[in-house]
């Protein structure tokens, strides 16, 4: 079962998980990215580009803690 995360930063060092660390951990099913954050909406793009997030789910401000209250952290 793979454990369910936000990606908090995805641009600078957030924009080499996005791009490297993760993909391989989503293709084994360790992990599923359900979201991305970033304050630079322009970072946002390497969530949708290298995690095949959709623009509804990479968001630029606290609406990440609206969309996902509830869920609980591992």
């Not at 641009?11 to 660390?21: A, E, I, T």
């Not at 304050?39 to 793009?45: D, E, R, T, V």
Request: glycine content about 10%; some cysteine; overall charge positive.
């Amino acid at each position: 079962m793979a454990y369910k995360m936000i990606q908090v930063g995805t641009g600078g060092f957030g924009r080499s998980w996005c791009q490297k660390f993760l993909p391989p951990n989503i293709k084994d099913g360790l992990v599923e990215v359900a979201a991305a954050v970033d304050i630079h909406p322009q970072a946002l793009n390497n969530a949708k580009e290298f995690l095949g997030l959709r623009a509804d789910r990479a968001v630029g401000s606290a609406v990440i803690l609206l969309i996902f209250r509830g869920y609980r952290a591992c």
